[in-house]
């Protein structure tokens, strides 16, 4: 018998499950199911007492460690050592005096946004309701009303962890591992809880539209000439999506390929004005405009929710051109494996500095152009020559990564991902706070 089978603390109010019981499984998939954890015991915690225990016991036997909410964000598998699955922490309080959240580590957008509803408050939430509150606001978060309301991590006031000793810490401002922690999503240690700043927010102007990608040539421009132009309140994307033949797929889109374009505005007249645009230039085949409360602001960009194995690769650019944007389009649609392709407009509040030291590098991009395949279909070789090819108009205006969107098993380095002034932050809060590198760093 290994040390992980034996002396575990009894007191843990969640589970702790070791290879070999019953219902842990072979590997532990969330969302990304690509290349799952194979850890020798699982803790799923219920609280931070939870996660101390099992960050204690790690520690005591030098077992590695990894932590997973809900698996958007997954990259590499664990091989051994100790999960903590933070799935079950889901509370969160509103404090509508102070407009702070108190979120934790297993809450996912959808509840966050909920419960700040209630108050007549939001988030700086992004695209989709199931991602995890701490995993996105610690990659930066890039939510759709970023350009009104700056980068989640800005609007991070306090950080429960867990660090390598086993001690909970509360981290705020003045401290080197919260700065790190806003954006620099440094595997550090286990976040048990994050208290965030809202906005009063009522219902806004949103929706995609769905056109067909064959009227690219017309389509493209307007959606750049919108983002450029764009106020503040306006969010301003568009998605390359091969919609698969498949039964269920409404039928205007059904086996086509479709650009997606998706609006957002607290104010209401400059997404109608674009919508106008659009619809000038290409019959509308599915979606539109609408009213709506940000609890259903998931259905803009209305992303799938079936889990699969998928990888992703990102650029953050200082600017974007119409014959950039087209051949970024042109090289997707050629190539060998289907590729989703996500812009969005950046700039506005996200350009500028958060309100003391932070993690978030490459603030001055205008644009980010990612890509994004389903696992399987090719051999990865084959798979990450389509993203660097897709990437490759962009490459001379290209700052940087960033790392909340490169999925699965993408090549990424730190040089890419954060400024050199980051990474020296980075490298000091890793040195101070798990210098075993029992998190990985
Ligand atoms: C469909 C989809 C839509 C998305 N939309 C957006 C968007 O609009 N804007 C945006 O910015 N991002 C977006 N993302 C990216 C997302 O923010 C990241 O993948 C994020 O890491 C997901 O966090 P998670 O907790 O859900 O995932 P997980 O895979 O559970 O966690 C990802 C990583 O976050 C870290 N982490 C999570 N919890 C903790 C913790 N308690 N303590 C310490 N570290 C922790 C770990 O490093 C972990 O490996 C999207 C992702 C998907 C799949």
Redesign the pocket.
């Known amino acids: 018998m290994t040390s992980t089978e034996t002396d575990f603390p009894a007191d843990v109010r969640g589970s702790v499950l070791r290879r070999g019981d019953d219902g842990l499984p072979d590997g532990v998939v969330?969302?990304?199911t690509a290349d799952p954890h194979r850890p020798d015991v699982v803790v799923s915690a219920l609280d931070a007492d939870d996660v101390v225990a099992a960050v204690r016991h790690a520690a005591a036997h030098h077992l590695p460690v990894?932590?997973?909410?809900?698996?958007?964000?997954?990259?590499t598998g664990l091989a051994g050592g100790v999960l903590v699955a933070?799935g079950r922490m889901r509370g969160v309080s509103v404090d509508p005096a102070s407009r702070v959240a108190r979120v934790e580590?297993g809450a996912?957008s959808a509840d966050l946004v909920a419960a700040a509803a209630g108050h007549g408050l939001a988030p700086v939430s992004?695209?989709?309701p199931?991602?995890?509150v701490?995993?996105?606001t610690?990659?930066?978060?890039?939510?759709?009303l970023g350009r009104e309301s700056g980068w989640?991590s800005d609007r991070l006031r306090e950080v429960e962890?867990v660090t390598a000793d086993g001690v909970l810490r509360r981290v705020g401002p003045g401290d080197e591992l919260f700065a790190a922690l806003r954006g620099g999503?440094p595997?550090v240690?286990?976040?048990?809880a994050v208290s965030v700043g809202l906005v009063p927010l009522g219902p806004v102007v949103g929706g995609g539209l769905f056109l067909d990608a064959a009227d690219a040539d017309r389509v493209l421009p307007v959606v750049r000439r919108v983002g450029e132009a764009a106020p503040e309140s306006l969010g301003v994307s568009v998605g390359v999506i091969p919609i698969p033949d498949l039964e269920g797929v409404p039928a205007p889109i059904r086996g086509r390929t479709v650009l997606h374009v998706r609006l957002v505005d607290t104010d209401g007249a400059a997404a109608r004005e674009a919508e106008a645009a659009l619809r000038a230039v290409s019959p509308v085949l599915l979606g539109g405009l609408r009213e709506l409360p940000w609890t259903e602001s998931g259905s803009i960009?209305a992303?799938p929710e079936v889990p699969h194995a998928y990888e992703g690769m990102n650029v953050l650019v200082s600017s974007l051109s119409d014959a950039a944007l087209d051949a970024v389009v042109a090289a997707a649609r050629s190539a060998s494996v289907g590729c989703v392709v996500d812009v969005r407009r950046l700039g506005g509040a996200l350009s500028r500095p958060a309100d003391g030291p932070d993690a978030v590098s490459f603030r001055e991009a205008g644009w980010i152009v990612r890509v994004l395949s389903s696992r399987g279909e090719v051999p990865d070789a084959e798979m990450r020559a389509a993203h660097a090819a897709v990437l490759a108009p962009v490459a001379e205006v290209t700052l940087g990564r960033?790392a909340?969107?490169v999925?699965g098993g993408a090549p990424v380095s730190d040089e890419e991902l954060y400024a050199p002034s980051v990474r020296a932050l980075l490298a000091r809060v890793r040195e101070a706070v798990d210098p075993r590198g029992m998190f990985g760093g």
Not at 66 to 75: E, K, Q, S
């Open positions: 969330g969302f990304q990894a932590v997973t909410a809900t698996g958007h964000g997954h990259m933070t580590a996912r992004g695209s989709f199931g991602v995890g701490v995993g996105y610690l990659g930066g978060g890039l939510g759709l989640a962890i999503r595997a240690g286990v976040v048990t960009f992303e960033m909340g969107f999925y």
